[in-house]
């Protein structure tokens, strides 16, 4: 069974940095399968913020570009965000996914990704 854990969320004030980091337990992904990070805001649909497939194939959304990176490690099975320059709109829960099946197209669609963890609150304060 497919485990997805985030950790290393919480509160930060405006202009600081967070790291999130997501480890998979009972799957091994390879450069074929997609990890992304999608978050949701409170009242709004949960969006793409960024995948990675391989170092050549990453994708950002427009309002994290520049501020967010995302990494892999394929030893340790883990992927990382990277988050600068925070914003008090870049507040939401965030969730690590999996695209298990490998294919996943478009990054940001929901429904590509068939293994999600629990989520993580990032808090970006004024």
């Known amino acids: 069974q497919v485990q997805l854990v985030e950790s290393g969320g ?3 004030q405006a202009g600081g940095s967070l ?3 997501c480890r998979a337990s ?6 074929d399968n997609c990890m992304g990070w999608f ?3 409170p009242g709004k649909e949960r969006e793409g913020v960024a995948a ?3 170092r050549t194939s990453i994708y950002y959304a427009d309002s994290v570009k520049g501020r967010f990176t995302i990494s892999r490690d394929y ?3 883990t992927v990382y965000l990277q988050m600068n320059s ?3 709109e870049d507040t939401a829960m965030y969730y ?3 695209d298990v099946v490998g294919g996943a197209y478009p990054w940001h669609a929901i429904n590509q990704f068939e293994a999600w963890g629990q989520g993580i609150l990032v808090t970006v304060s004024s």
């Not at 009972?26 to 450069?31: H, I, L, V």
């Open 10 to 12: 919480g509160s930060v």
């Open 19 to 21: 790291r999130l980091s």
């Open 26 to 31: 009972g799957y091994t992904y390879s450069r």
């Open 39 to 41: 978050r949701q805001a």
């Open 52 to 54: 990675i497939y391989d």
């Open 75 to 77: 030893a340790k099975n």
């Open 86 to 88: 925070l914003k008090p």
């Open 96 to 98: 690590c996914a999996a």
